[in-house]
């Protein structure tokens, strides 16, 4: 009981720390406070999905199905910041004075397909796994499923949510990705570096 206990302790610690981190990266980057606020639900939203999909398949909550929930949240966040980011920058770009909710379908449809197929190349990794027998299965599958539930709810928040709530919270002056001085030194500098690679393709190939 002890050992379960504090595992779970362990997944609220992690999964309240990767909020946290993901409001702070994000607002670093984009500088909306509220564009954080979006991403960082996709996480408790993705875990709770995976929970309840467990309690209606009757998978049981132990050390190994925790941790593969412990595993995906460093991926659950990615969809919701795929999609955000895809959003921002339509609405922070667009001069054409196109209604809002059109913007967003059009973001949200260009990077969907993507998202999606991200999700299931990892889902389908875990497909192996699944086919595992005796000791290995009992141990493993646990942590196969719960990684796959929570994967799969982050998708699905990614898909269906994100755009929602980018409707109602994205408003208001929209400043380009890059006018951000952080971003403008990361891409100046990629830029330079990807400049040298297509430069000396040969060389960096050998290299």
């Known amino acids: 009981t002890q050992l379960i206990k504090n595992t779970v302790n362990t997944l609220r610690d992690t999964l309240?720390?990767?909020?946290?981190?993901?409001?702070?990266?994000?607002?670093?980057?984009?500088?909306h406070l509220r564009s954080s606020f979006i991403i960082s639900l996709t996480l408790p939203l993705a875990v709770l999905?995976?929970?309840?999909?467990?309690?209606?398949?009757?998978?049981d909550a132990n050390i190994m199905s925790l941790s593969g929930v412990a595993i995906a949240i460093g991926t659950l966040v990615d969809m919701g910041i795929i999609m955000t980011e895809n959003i921002y920058?339509?609405?922070?770009?667009?001069?054409?004075?196109?209604?809002?909710?059109?913007?967003i379908y059009q973001a949200a449809k260009e990077v969907g397909s993507a998202v999606m197929t991200a999700i299931l190349t990892t889902v389908v990794s875990f497909a192996p796994v699944f086919f595992l027998v005796s000791q290995e299965g009992k141990l493993f599958k646990p942590l196969a499923f719960t990684?796959?539930?929570?994967?799969?709810?982050?998708?699905?928040?990614?898909?269906?949510?994100?755009?929602?709530?980018?409707?109602?919270?994205?408003?208001?002056?929209?400043?380009?990705?890059?006018?951000?001085?952080?971003?403008?030194?990361?891409?100046?500098?990629?830029?330079?570096?990807?400049?040298?690679?297509?430069?000396?393709?040969?060389?960096?190939?050998?290299?």
Do not use: C
């Not at 309240?16 to 500088?31: H, N, P, W």
């Not at 920058?89 to 913007?103: E, F, N, T, V, Y």
């Not at 709810?153 to 990614?158: E, I, L, P």
């Not at 002056?173 to 990361?186: A, F, Q, Y």
């Open 16 to 31: 309240i720390l990767q909020t946290f981190l993901t409001i702070a990266v994000v607002f670093f980057f984009l500088r």
């Open 49 to 59: 999905i995976s929970f309840i999909i467990m309690y209606y398949l009757n998978v």
């Open 89 to 103: 920058r339509h609405l922070s770009l667009d001069k054409s004075g196109k209604p809002k909710l059109d913007i």
């Open 147 to 207: 990684k796959t539930f929570a994967l799969l709810g982050s998708v699905f928040v990614a898909l269906t949510l994100v755009p929602l709530l980018a409707y109602f919270f994205l408003r208001g002056r929209l400043v380009p990705e890059e006018d951000n001085p952080v971003s403008k030194i990361l891409i100046k500098g990629y830029e330079g570096v990807l400049r040298w690679v297509l430069k000396n393709k040969v060389k960096f190939l050998t290299i």
